[in-house]
């Protein structure tokens, strides 16, 4: 079996949502796919000296 993963940006109504697809392949078709999508957040206040925020993602 082979495993494909990607990492990208969607908008929903002008706002990012973080998504991780993980796609896997069985003779040279989709298997199964499974996605995660999250909203972004503030950092924890004990981890936000660790943070470099991008730009457009604040």
Do not use: C, H, L, N
Not at 5 to 32: A, H, Q
């Amino acid at each position: 079996m082979d495993r494909w993963t990607t990492e990208y940006v969607i908008s929903y109504d002008g706002k990012p949502s973080y998504v991780v697809s993980i796609m896997e392949f069985r003779d040279g078709k989709v298997f199964r796919e499974t996605q995660y999508f999250g909203d972004p957040f503030a950092p924890w206040p004990g981890r936000a000296q660790w943070v470099e925020m991008m730009e457009g993602r604040e």
